[in-house]
T-cell receptor, first 112, second 113 residues
Framework: NAGVTQTPKFQVLKTGQSMTLQCAQD?????MSWYRQDPGMGLRLIHY???????DQGEVPNGYNVSRSTTEDFPLRLLSAAPSQTSVYFC???????????FGPGTRLTVT | AQSVSQHNHHVILSEAASLELGCNYS??????LFWYVQYPGQHLQLLLK??????LVKGIKGFEAEFIKSKFSFNLRKPSVQWSDTAEYFC???????????FGTGTRLKVLA
């Protein structure tokens, strides 16, 4: 199993550009989520999904869009990048209920 | 709203010293508790987890944590740290029956050889 994969590993955007961060998992996990990690702030939940076709907002959803058309994939879209979105983004997945999350390797995004 | 507090932001220890990292959460109902570790340049990995039963849970690499319900705490311990334990440690809480995991702000541990 590849586990949770994320692409790209690094990305630099200009303010106003849009892009999609990709996340895929091959463990048939129902639950998937996106976090951003900023120094001194830990991980903050952006959006999450409990299954194909079902998504919900987390703690910091503004400026981000998600969709879940398949169990495997959960892309995160930045609609109009802003410098405040400079961060490291982690995707995670798990089974529902009593289960820990598996994390991807992260995408380091810089918005200039 | 739920919150998770990790009071130690930076900890520096010498090898063989004992470690205890604090974690407190604010929710009064049934919770699932986790400790994750992030080694430099790597993604988060699960150290240990608590769902029910024995409040003292043992994880990988000699780590353990104790759930004290009356104190809303889930402190991480290791009797003797190694240089390779240098990493950032995150406590996380999930309210039973929900899908949202709330993370603490993390504790950076540096172990001096």
């Amino acid at each position: 199993n590849a586990g949770v994969t994320q692409t790209p590993k690094f990305q630099v955007l200009k303010t106003g550009q849009s892009m999609t961060l990709q996340c895929a998992q091959d463990m048939n996990h129902e639950y998937m989520s996106w976090y951003r990690q900023d120094p001194g702030m830990g991980l903050r939940l952006i959006h999450y999904s409990v299954g194909a076709g079902i998504t919900d907002q987390g703690e910091v959803p503004n400026g981000y869009n998600v969709s879940r058309s398949t169990t495997e994939d959960f892309p995160l879209r930045l609609l109009s990048a802003a410098p405040s979105q400079t961060s490291v983004y982690f995707c995670a997945s798990s089974y529902p209920g009593h289960s820990a999350q598996y994390f991807g390797p992260g995408t380091r995004l810089t918005v200039t | 709203a739920q919150s998770v507090s990790q009071h130690n932001h930076h900890v520096i220890l010498s090898e063989a010293a004992s470690l205890e990292l604090g974690c407190n959460y604010s929710y009064g109902g049934t919770v699932n508790l986790f400790w994750y570790v992030q080694y430099p340049g790597q993604h988060l990995q699960l150290l240990l987890k608590y769902f029910s039963g024995d409040p003292l849970v043992k994880g990988i690499k000699g780590f353990e944590a104790e759930f004290i319900k009356s104190k809303f705490s889930f402190n991480l311990r290791k009797p003797s740290v190694q240089w390779s334990d240098t990493a950032e440690y995150f406590c996380a809480v999930k309210t039973a029956g929900t899908y949202k995991y709330i993370f603490g702000t993390g504790t950076r541990l540096k172990v001096l050889a």
